[in-house]
Every structure is written in structure tokens, then in C-alpha cells.
């Protein structure tokens, strides 16, 4: 028995040594971790202080616009920066939500470039769907996006003078509008009966120019898309009605459309073949 007992506290002495071994290696192990990290770091930090990671001109970012690159001077019309200035202390968020407040700016994506050091900046236009003008004007005014968001003309060719303008053009104040142009707009977009102007300047009847001629829709309503099928279906008039002798068309209730011509009114139910 003193023979076996021996033998155990020699083992377990042996146990501790090596116990104590692996701690001392895991410690020396997570000091040399620590050293390679420390080590690390500080290299990157003086990488990153060196002056070749600065922004010195505009010449150092680019703009694209899908594959177009913006040329300068529509960029700093849109991004106005101080030079010089440290790369890695631009916040590319701040300058996209800058760029965002821009009425031709819809989205826009900010990235740091490490070579050559600079800024890569994609942004997407808002494309412009209607001319927006007063009665009172006699040139165009402001565009109009599908949002309701209204973009200066002048800022809009800047950004893309190649791009033609829209042919439908909207007529009255914004602010009687703008709240109701996104459901709208796509309603209108959609009219195999080409639009040309909307005159918007009495909200309780709104009126179109198609190449039907005039068709008063009334105030704003549910019944719009009803009311653009039922336009679509009147082509079969030109057999019917002499065109030059139509006033407008009334489409306030789809259901029961009208025709006022110059010698009176007709109720294009009973024209129907």
C-alpha cells in the first residue's frame, strides 16, 4: 500500500507541473497576442496618418451616374468639400444624406477609395415625369418627379443636358397637387389615350387634353381608374361623333360618360354599336 501511495503523489505532482506549464504558456501565448495586435494597430494608424490619404482636390472624387461620370463642375455644383482634408475622417453617410437633400438626387451611395486615395460616389437621379407651370407663365417652370418632388429645370440639365424633357406638362399650384401626384400619376401613366397637359387649377374638376380632346375627371377620386379605362374605350367615337364638334367630354361618373358638342350634349351609352 505505501508503495502505491507513493507512486500517486508523484503523479500528481507531475499533473501540477504540467498544469502549470500550459498556464504559463497560455499566458505567454496571449502576451504575444496582445504584442501582435498592439502591434498591428499601430502600424495601420501610421498608414493611416501618412499625407497620401488625403484628399488635396475635387479631381480625387469621382461621380457616377449609372455609367455616366458627372464632370466636374456639375460635382462640386452638387458636393461642396474643403481641401485638404483627412480621408479617413470624411463620414461618406453625412455626404450621401447631403447629396440626398439635392432635388435632382434621389439615392445616392458613398465609398472610400484606398487606391488611388479618394471618394467613388453613385447617385440616381430623380427622373423627371411632368413640366410643372403656372397659368401665369409662359415658359416652362420646375419639373415634377413621379413623388410629387419638384426639381429646377436649370439644376436638371445641369445634371444630364442630353436627357429630353417630359411632354406632359401640369398646370396650376403644387400645393394643390403635389399630396394626391403619386396616386395619380401612375393611374395617368398608364392611359393608352395620350395625355398632354393636366390642368389641375380647380381641384373639383380637373381636366386632361388627351387626343380625344378635353375630358373633365372632377375632383380627385377612387373612380380614376375607372374613369381612364372608360377614355380608352371611347376611340370608337371617330365613327360616330365629328370630333372638331366636341367640346370636352365629361367623365365624372364612368358609368354614364357624356359628350358636350357644340349644338348639345350626348350620352355615349346610346353610341355604343
Known amino acids: 500500500m505505501a508503495g502505491i501511495v507513493s507512486v500517486s503523489q508523484k503523479d500528481l505532482a507531475q499533473r501540477r507541473k504540467k498544469i502549470r506549464r500550459q498556464q504559463q504558456m497560455k499566458i505567454i501565448q496571449a502576451l504575444w497576442r496582445t504584442a501582435a495586435l498592439s502591434g498591428l494597430a499601430g502600424g495601420l494608424l501610421w498608414v493611416a496618418l501618412q499625407p497620401i490619404w488625403v484628399l488635396n482636390t475635387p479631381k480625387q472624387i469621382v461621380i457616377k451616374s449609372g455609367d455616366q461620370v458627372l464632370s466636374p463642375s456639375v460635382m462640386q455644383s452638387l458636393l461642396v468639400m474643403s481641401y485638404p482634408q483627412s480621408l479617413w475622417r470624411i463620414q461618406p453617410n453625412a455626404i450621401a444624406n447631403s447629396l440626398k437633400q439635392q432635388p435632382t438626387i434621389a439615392e445616392a451611395t458613398v465609398n472610400r477609395r484606398l487606391f488611388p486615395p479618394g471618394l467613388t460616389i453613385e447617385v440616381q437621379e430623380r427622373l423627371a415625369v411632368a413640366i410643372a407651370q403656372s397659368p401665369q ?3 416652362p417652370g420646375d419639373l415634377l418627379d413621379a413623388s410629387g418632388i419638384l ?4 439644376k436638371y440639365k445641369l445634371l444630364n443636358p442630353s436627357r429630353q424633357l417630359p411632354t406632359l406638362k401640369i398646370i396650376g399650384s403644387p400645393e394643390q397637387y403635389r399630396s394626391a401626384w403619386s396616386q395619380v ?6 392611359s393608352s389615350v395620350k395625355i398632354t397637359e393636366i390642368d389641375w387649377q380647380d381641384p373639383t374638376n380637373i381636366i386632361l387634353t388627351t387626343e380625344l380632346g378635353d375630358v373633365h375627371l372632377g375632383a380627385v377620386s377612387s373612380k380614376l381608374t375607372e374613369q381612364i379605362k372608360v377614355l380608352a374605350q371611347m376611340r370608337y367615337l371617330s365613327a360616330k361623333i365629328d370630333f372638331s364638334q366636341i367640346q370636352y367630354i365629361d367623365l365624372k361618373n364612368p358609368v354614364s360618360p357624356l359628350v358636350q358638342l357644340n349644338q348639345g350634349s350626348q350620352n355615349l351609352n346610346s353610341q355604343k354599336p
Open 137 to 139: 407663365q409662359k415658359s
Open 151 to 154: 426639381i429646377p429645370l436649370d
Open 185 to 190: 400619376y401612375p393611374v395617368l401613366s398608364q
